[in-house]
């Protein structure tokens, strides 16, 4: 009776995950797979052994999947950070905090709940757009998308003239700068060397002189 009662346990368990499955696939894709299908066909799939069912049941999430990015990026995210799926039990979440510390943190938030509630209320006091501006929005789209276009343009353009200016500066620099700068220098050395040769001649004919 035990494994009976189990059975019948995972087969209203697998019937609800069909169920839900379907309800995902008609929010996200609008196709409802169950339209066309007869009653032979529920009665073959309810004969189906367990196993089978939840294969079939995976088969249709990863056809889905492949169907809506929304359901991709979900699985994805289901893949990488599991964690964030599993609700934490009562039992613990009643333990997590004790009764002054979860009345603390009621207090603190106590002046946003009117705050909250009078923005709501405010929400249903603006008027709503006439069709005639929704209109002129629409129209004004294509221009927005052209004007978008050519202010991407014009960054890139930007982005080079930038680039652009910085190899001319770095060039003047190397050129106008460091290369002015090494033939000073050498022109220097070269006054040396001639003036060292002056004072060597000077002080040999000053000593040819005094000699005579």
């Known amino acids: ?11 209203e368990s697998i019937e609800l995950l069909e169920s839900r499955l379907q309800r995902i696939a008609f929010y996200t894709t609008g196709a409802n797979e169950l339209e066309n299908l007869d009653e032979k066909h529920f009665a073959d ?29 979900i699985l994805s995210l289901y893949r990488n950070y599991a964690n964030i799926f599993s609700r934490t039990p009562e039992a613990a979440e009643r333990a997590a905090f004790s009764n002054s510390e979860r009345l603390s943190i009621v207090k603190s938030c106590a002046t946003l709940f009117p705050t909250t509630a009078s923005r709501l209320t405010s929400i249903q006091d603006l008027p709503i757009p006439s069709a ?5 929005l629409i129209v004004l789209h294509p221009r927005l ?8 343009s014009q960054s890139q353009e930007i982005t ?50 005094s000699a005579i």
Request: proline residues 0%; aromatic residues 4%.
């Open 1 to 11: 009776m035990a494994a009976e009662g189990n059975e019948q346990m995972a087969i």
């Open 45 to 73: 799939a309810k004969a189906e052994s367990i196993q089978a069912r939840l294969q079939q049941a995976e088969d249709r999430l990863q056809r889905l999947a492949l169907k809506s990015q929304v359901v991709e990026e």
């Open 132 to 136: 005639e501006s929704s209109t002129n």
């Open 145 to 152: 998308a052209q004007v978008e276009f050519l202010q991407d």
């Open 160 to 209: 080079n003239l930038r680039l652009r200016t910085a190899s001319v500066l770095q060039r003047w620099y190397e050129v106008g700068v460091l290369a002015h700068g090494e033939c000073w220098t050498e022109w220097d050395e070269r006054l040396m060397e001639v003036e060292k040769s002056l004072r060597r001649e000077e002080g040999s004919r000053a000593r040819d002189a």
